[in-house]
């Protein structure tokens, strides 16, 4: 399964509120630690966020939150994904022994991100 998402930078809220409604305390912290990054950060999240929601084939009406898909780096800067809530049930029961590889990108006007479960 493979979901992707592409967004221009100047359609995304870059409000706090924007912001705690769909990341998580770690993801926060990491999009306020560059300012001048801050909106480019919001976007290319909701992006990775929008694209899990995508290969793991869940709308609206699945229950799935933004907060249940948390994204983090590790110190390669690589981008990882972990599951949380309704979205990990879903991807025990149905994807179990798999993982989620997820590819994202931005620029000064676009964000773009890719998720594809192996």
């Known amino acids: 399964m493979i979901g992707i998402d592409l967004l221009e930078v100047d359609r995304i809220d870059e409000s706090d509120a924007f912001l705690e409604k769909i990341a998580r305390e770690e993801e926060i912290k990491y999009v306020k630690s560059s300012q001048t990054m801050r909106r480019q950060r919001t976007t290319a999240l909701f992006c990775v966020k929008e694209a899990v929601m995508k290969a793991l084939e869940m ?4 229950g799935v939150v933004f907060k249940d898909i948390e994204l983090y780096h590790l110190s390669n800067g690589k981008p990882e994904i972990k599951l949380h809530g309704k979205a990990l049930e879903k991807f025990d029961k149905f994807f179990k022994y798999k993982k989620i590889d ?9 964000a773009i991100a890719i998720a594809m479960i192996i």
């Open 102 to 110: 997820v590819s994202i990108s931005h620029t000064n006007s676009m």
């Open 59 to 62: 709308g609206k009406d699945s």
